[in-house]
């Protein structure tokens, strides 16, 4: 089953917009929750990631939201850009014991001009 | 300067062939990974491996091992190809399973067409 759940599976967005990609989990045993991009043709390539001891993480335009109570996390990317325009991935993993990531099933964002 | 990386890039066989991608790093990682991307860009973990252990996804066929000549090289070995085998492969590896720091790099890819 999958063990991640990512929504939506497509977003455009207008330049200088924000984006919005949620993501939850039922795992309690989850203790490590990265984003990855993908562009056409290439490797996933991490973003940004978040351990569960926190409930926010920034990095330039990119920030990670999460609630543990609620077992969801979100990306959120501000000031969106054309060049952002790629595929999301959400995952989790038990980094303390395999680190097997568990991915979303993507999220498509379009950044139009 | 190719921290994971994979060849073939693309890969185009017949069912029933056996077949080989293979995988390095020059990251010094411990750990190596492979992942499986279908048509519809579900990324699906097959193996995790370390000099230590071998963890397989239980939902991968035994026509699929990997084999590790040292820690730098993990190889996905593929017997008796199928049709739903054709996918993108990605290798990536981590620096240690169970450290603090497990980010995990990706390779490019390997593109695998069955005919």
């Known amino acids: 089953q999958q063990q991640v759940k990512q929504s939506p599976q497509s977003l455009i967005v207008q330049k200088g917009g924000i984006s919005i990609i949620n993501c939850a989990y039922e795992n309690t045993a989850f203790d490590y929750f990265p984003w990855y991009q993908q562009f056409p043709g290439k490797g996933p390539a991490l973003l940004i990631a978040i351990r569960p001891d926190v409930s926010e993480k920034k990095e330039g335009r990119f920030t990670i939201s999460f609630n543990k109570s609620a077992k969801q996390f979100s990306l959120h990317i501000m000031d969106s850009q054309p060049g952002d325009s790629a595929t999301y991935f959400c995952?989790?993993?038990?980094?303390?014991?395999?680190?097997?990531?568990?991915f979303g099933t993507g999220t498509r964002l379009t950044v139009i001009p | 300067d190719t921290a994971v990386s994979q060849t073939p890039k693309y890969l185009v066989t017949q069912m029933g062939n056996d077949k080989s991608i293979k995988c390095e790093q020059n990251l010094g990682h411990d750990t190596m990974y492979w992942y499986k991307q279908d048509s519809k860009k579900f990324l699906k973990i097959m193996f995790s491996?370390?000099?230590?252990?071998?963890?397989i996804n239980e939902t991968v066929p035994n026509r699929f091992s990997p084999k590790s000549p040292d820690k730098a090289h993990l190889n996905l070995h593929i017997n008796s190809l199928e049709l739903g085998d054709s996918a993108v492969y990605f290798c990536?590896?981590?620096?240690?399973?169970?450290?603090?720091?497990?980010?995990?790099?990706f390779g490019p890819g390997t593109r695998l067409t069955v005919l």
């Open positions: 491996y370390n000099n230590k252990e071998l963890i």
């Open positions: 995952a989790a993993s038990v980094a303390s014991g395999a680190n097997n990531l568990f």
């Open positions: 990536a590896s981590s620096p240690e399973r169970g450290a603090v720091t497990d980010t995990q790099y």
